[in-house]
């Protein structure tokens, strides 16, 4: 079996420093819709500027390099044992170049273990064996201010009016984001799971964040609220960081689980507009970075 940890260690450090286009895109556009000389038009100016240096300099987009979260596809034969090794190796050598930061502390005690690599939980690595001869690693780097505005909620929720059907959905998904206010980094994404348990609920939220932004889900339903959500949580007027402004979300991302007839839960897993998300494909020698 081929040794992917330097193709991995090219993978981390782009997507630490190198702004997906479909992000930085939708960034750029926002600009423009920012009065001149208003402070929402300065922090995406920021943010813009920003995102150029990390590029020219293999620099972290973010202090905050987050919490690395890995997306293995192998086909058959592939060992995932020894992948998770060679993405462990990478790590340590890619927070070692400092293009992450040392992020894994031990919550008991209180310890950082300096290169990013805690028990089995942290990088948490999702493996999944698929058909066909291609190999896919895919990785997101959730922030942790973005993290901690993360929701979930479960319906009937009578505070709100908030009953099991998708306009309870709604109202929730807008709380979630009236809640968060600027921190968590606004402008952020909505990666939205209806129904599961509370774990699946949030592994599922995140996963959906993979999509690239504008693409919709496939069931019309869905693909009509993920447009009204992105459409209502900008007319709240929080704005980039919480300054005000147009743009509070760029995107919404809603997933459709199943659930136990007694639970129905929804789940928001809030991503900053650092949205670090990068994938490598292999196929026999070639290795491509999207
Ligand atoms: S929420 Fe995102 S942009 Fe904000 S500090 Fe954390 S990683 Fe950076």
């Known amino acids: 079996m081929r ?11 782009r997507t630490s420093s190198d702004l997906p286009p479909d992000v930085e895109k939708r960034l750029r556009a926002a600009v423009e819709k920012e009065a001149p000389g208003s402070a929402a038009r300065g922090a995406f100016e920021t943010i813009i500027k920003n995102v150029e240096l990390s590029r020219k300099n ?4 973010c202090q905050d390099t987050g919490t690395p979260i890995f997306y293995v596809k192998t086909p058959e034969g592939w060992s995932t044992l020894k992948l998770k090794q060679q993405i462990r190796t990478a790590l340590a050598e890619a927070t070692r170049k400092s293009y992450m930061r040392p992020n894994a502390v031990d919550a008991v005690y209180d310890k950082n273990s300096g290169n990013n690599l805690g028990g089995d939980d942290f990088p948490y690595i999702h493996f999944d064996e698929v058909e066909g001869d291609k190999l896919t690693v895919e990785l997101m780097l959730k ?3 973005c993290e901690n505005v993360g929701a979930q909620y479960s319906l009937p929720d009578n505070r709100l009016g908030a009953g099991r059907d998708l306009a309870g959905v709604r ?11 600027g921190q968590g980094c606004a402008p952020g994404i909505l990666g939205v799971s209806i129904g599961g348990d509370r774990g699946t609920g949030y592994v599922k939220s995140k996963e959906v964040l993979l999509d690239k932004i504008g693409t919709r889900n496939p069931d019309p339903k869905l693909a009509e609220l993920e447009e009204r959500l ?10 980039p960081m919480g300054f005000g402004g147009k743009t509070t979300v760029i995107d919404t991302k809603i997933t459709g689980l199943s659930r136990l007839p007694a639970s129905y839960f929804v789940t928001i897993s809030y991503m900053c507009w650092a949205y670090r998300r990068r994938k490598m494909t292999v196929k026999g020698n070639e290795v491509l970075y999207d």
Do not use: C, Y
């Open 58 to 61: 293999s620099s972290p987009i």
């Open 171 to 181: 109202k929730v998904v807008l709380d979630a984001v009236q809640k968060a206010q």
């Open 3 to 13: 040794d992917l940890t330097n193709e991995i260690l090219e993978l981390i450090r």
């Open 230 to 239: 992105t459409g209502e949580a900008n007319q709240l007027g929080i704005g």
């Open 143 to 145: 922030g942790g201010g």
